[in-house]
Structures are given as structure tokens and as C-alpha cells.
């Protein structure tokens, strides 16, 4: 069935680093698409979003890459810092009707100091 | 500004117990959703409302029932507590249901039943 996932479960990187976390997706009726990250304890919160007919958003230190041909998606976050130490999640919107999200199972993301 | 508030945080449950997860918004949000998440996994839509009065069936529905009978409040009810339903529950709003409508989460309420 359709799904959206991630290719690695846990990433490490050292502080300053810049830090890539992927996720592949297979709706291809899919034209929007979250990042959330998720501090331990915590809800999930909202990073960055990007919509299908765009390939590429910027944030501040975050940057989404949508590759529709390949269906897959990026989260490069700049300068990594302790503070970005959380679980990532990409999501997909599967509803037009409403706001229901498919979530793919998530990335660890260590920073070492 | 409180944003979501969800109570308790922690919950041990025999199988057959019931319980209600209470959430709360102080944003005027329409949109309302109940998630679960499971150890790994992503988060599964469980019932969602849409504004006061109305509610709707998620992707893992069964076992659960909701209410949504002002704006602020849309309980979560567990009748017949299962193993199965260990998990930790995720409410959120959204002020609409448009597209790139973003979702503010609450703190999570974790459920373990034994």
C-alpha cells in the first residue's frame, strides 16, 4: 500500500555538521509534505513544509528537498546543534478533504559535542 | 497561550478498564485529531473532528470512541482497555483543514495496559 519511510533510523553527527535525514514516499497523489521534530517527551512540532509543484524550501538553518521523480524528500538541517538532538518525521498529506497526515516511522538524530 | 493540553501524562490500565484521555485547546482551533504512536512507528490518526459536533474515523478507529461537544475539548474514550492499546496518544489542532494547515501538538499522554 502507499506508504511514506525513512531510510536510516538513527544518525549521528558532530556538533557544527551539516545533517541530512531522508525519507522515500509512494503516493505519488501526494502534493504536500511535513517535517515535524520531535524532542523526547514532547509532541511532535512543525519544522518546515513544501508543496509538490516546488522542489526545494529554505528555512532558518533547514532546507526540504522534494524529488518527485524519485519520490523522496530531505531534511538538511545547517550547522547542526545539540539542540537539534530529537526524533525527525516526514509526513504526507493523503487527504485533500482534510488535514490527515501519513507519517513515516522516524529518524534519531544525535548530535555529538 | 497554553496551546494543547492533554491529561494525564501517565496512565497504567488493567485489561477491561475504561479511561478518558482529556485535550483541550485555547486556540479556537476547528480541526481536532487524536494520534497514537507506537515504539518506532509514525503516528496513526485515530478520530478526528472537523468542528463542534462532528467527529470522524481515523486510520485505526476500533476500540475507541471520542466526543467533540464545544471547541476546546475532544476527549479520547478507551471502553474495554487491550494490550494492544499501549501506546503513547498524541493530540493535535489545526485552525482549518486546508492543505498546508499547520498541526500544534500536545505533550502526549503515555497508556500502558497490562
Known amino acids: 500500500g502507499e506508504s511514506v519511510g525513512l531510510h536510516l533510523p538513527t544518525l549521528s553527527v558532530q556538533e557544527g555538521d551539516n545533517s541530512i535525514i531522508n525519507c522515500a514516499y509512494s503516493?505519488?497523489?501526494?502534493?504536500?509534505f511535513i517535517w515535524y521534530k520531535q524532542e523526547s517527551g514532547k509532541g511532535p512540532q512543525f519544522i518546515i513544509d513544501?508543496?509538490?509543484?516546488?522542489d526545494k524550501r529554505q528555512g532558518q538553518r533547514v532546507t526540504v528537498l522534494l524529488n518527485k521523480t524519485v519520490k523522496h524528500l530531505s531534511l538538511q538541517i545547517a550547522a547542526t546543534q545539540p539542540g537539534d538532538s530529537a526524533v525527525y518525521f516526514c509526513?504526507?498529506?493523503?487527504?485533500?478533504?482534510?488535514?490527515?497526515?501519513?507519517f513515516g516511522g522516524g529518524t534519531r538524530l544525535m548530535v555529538k559535542p | 497561550n497554553a496551546g494543547v493540553t492533554q491529561t494525564p501524562k501517565f496512565r497504567i490500565l488493567k485489561i477491561g478498564q475504561s479511561m478518558t484521555l482529556q485535550c483541550a485547546q485555547d486556540?479556537?482551533?476547528?480541526?481536532m485529531y487524536w494520534y497514537r504512536q507506537d515504539p518506532g512507528m509514525g503516528l496513526k490518526l485515530i478520530y478526528y473532528?472537523?468542528?463542534?459536533?462532528?467527529?470522524d474515523k481515523g486510520e485505526v478507529p476500533n476500540g475507541y470512541n471520542v466526543s467533540r461537544s464545544t471547541t476546546e475539548d475532544f476527549p479520547l474514550r478507551l471502553e474495554l482497555a487491550a494490550p494492544s492499546q499501549t501506546s503513547v496518544y498524541f493530540c493535535?489542532?489545526?485552525?482549518?483543514?486546508?492543505?498546508?494547515?499547520?498541526?500544534?501538538f500536545g505533550s502526549g499522554t503515555q497508556l500502558s495496559v497490562l
Open positions: 493535535a489542532s489545526s485552525e482549518g483543514g486546508g492543505l498546508n494547515e499547520k498541526l500544534f
Open positions: 503516493n505519488s497523489a501526494s502534493d504536500y
Open positions: 513544501i508543496r509538490s509543484n516546488m
Open positions: 509526513a504526507e498529506n493523503y487527504n485533500n478533504a482534510g488535514n490527515m497526515l501519513t
Open positions: 486556540m479556537n482551533h476547528n480541526y
Open positions: 473532528s472537523v468542528g463542534a459536533g462532528i467527529t
